[in-house]
């Protein structure tokens, strides 16, 4: 049963650079799959931010496409995002979870974690 | 890329059927057939309820069903049940591998 998890720090500085990981457990992110990040500010919607492929390959929301970067470690089975400039706006709950190669849905999803951006 | 529109909440009482739109645009919605579902309890993850407009996951309740109508998509929940209520967001594929949600309906079982 494939299980993700998110970590990072839980307070960014405005104008720095917020950092994620995601660790994957249950399953080898180089077998397949796509492996996405979406975000949810507090008591707001969903938003989606960006997916990587197991290769490699990454497609990214136009509206943070300039700001955002997926990269992948398939050596620790874990996949990243990297989100500079930030400003209160992207304080958000930030979820990592897994869409099929030839499917566009995303399942499952890890817990959230939290990420204020506050000086 | 504009976030899809749901209604902000919608009521109902047990055993009632009730459904939920999300309107997007030729873009999106009215242009694949790949509007996902998910259900969202609080402080809790996204559940995936519904794939490609109306497949339903194993284990998922046939209460759940999705359809479509142009650049509007809907999910439908019979025999509503105190368990259903909870957040609910569509999610639609938009071309170029991108993907957008609309803002998420609070379902409220009276």
């Known amino acids: 049963q494939v299980q993700l998890q998110e970590s990072g720090p839980g307070l960014v500085k405005p104008s720095e650079t917020l950092s994620l990981t995601c660790a994957v457990s249950?399953?080898?992110?180089?077998?397949?799959?796509?492996w996405g990040w979406i975000r949810q500010p507090p008591g707001k919607g969903l938003q989606w931010i960006g997916n990587?492929?197991?290769?490699?390959?990454?497609y990214y929301n136009p509206s943070l496409k300039s700001r955002v970067t997926i990269s992948v470690d398939t050596s620790k089975n874990q996949f990243s995002l990297k989100l500079n400039s930030v400003t209160a706006a992207d304080t958000a709950v930030y979820y990592c979870?897994?869409?099929?190669?030839?499917?566009?849905?995303?399942?499952?999803w890890g817990q959230g974690t939290l990420v204020t951006v506050s000086s | 890329q504009s976030a899809l529109t749901q209604p902000a909440s919608v009521s109902g009482s047990p055993g009632q059927s009730l459904t939920i739109s999300c309107t997007g645009t030729?873009?999106?919605?009215?242009?694949?057939?790949?509007v996902s579902w998910y259900q969202q309890h609080p402080g809790k993850a996204p559940k995936l309820i519904i794939s490609?407009?109306?497949k339903r996951p194993s284990g998922v309740s046939n209460r759940f069903s999705g359809s479509k109508s142009g650049n509007t998509a809907s999910l439908t929940i019979s025999g509503l049940q105190a368990e259903d209520e909870a957040d609910y967001y569509c999610?639609?594929?938009?071309?170029?591998?991108?993907?957008?949600f609309g803002g998420g309906t609070k379902l409220t079982v009276l």
């Open positions: 999610c639609s594929y938009a071309g170029s591998s991108t993907y957008v």
């Open positions: 490609d407009v109306s």
């Open positions: 979870a897994r869409k099929p190669t030839t499917e566009d849905w995303f399942d499952p």
């Open positions: 249950g399953y080898s992110i180089s077998s397949g799959y796509y």
């Open positions: 030729s873009s999106d919605v009215g242009g694949f057939n790949y």
């Open positions: 990587i492929y197991h290769g490699g390959s990454t």
